[in-house]
């Protein structure tokens, strides 16, 4: 059983920026995709960014690109998100997930099995 943790979210100001961490352990951490997710209230769940090593694949959410940077450190099973250049519209919480999609499924919410519980990121008052 794959278990991912967040943590790293806060409240800060517009233009301010936020590193977002999420802890994977219970599986190989190679074997999967790992994503970040975001959810504002009264809104769905999005697709903010995610990667694949073995499949060589990275994505980003057009909204995030070129603000938000995903990358891991293996020997400690981490994942990271980068944000930089933080807008209101960044408020959500964010979420860490592991599956196997495809390349074209990669910001499939529906091909994530595993789900983190959620960190709070609110930007501005």
């Known amino acids: 059983q794959v278990q991912l943790v967040e943590s790293g979210g806060g409240l800060v100001q517009p233009g301010d920026s936020l590193r977002l961490s999420c802890v994977v352990s219970?599986?190989?951490?190679?074997?999967?995709?790992i994503a970040w997710f975001r959810q504002a209230p009264g809104k769905e769940r999005e697709f903010v960014s995610g990667f694949r090593k073995t499949a060589g694949w990275t994505f980003y959410a057009d909204s995030v690109k070129g603000r938000f940077t995903i990358s891991r450190d293996n020997a400690k099973n981490m994942v990271y998100l980068q944000m930089d250049s933080l807008k209101p519209e960044d408020t959500a919480i964010y979420f860490c997930a592991a599956g196997r999609p495809a390349q074209s499924a990669a910001r499939n919410q529906n091909m994530y099995y595993y789900w983190g519980q959620g960190t709070q990121v609110t930007v501005g008052q």
């Open positions: 219970g599986g190989t951490f190679n074997n999967y995709a």
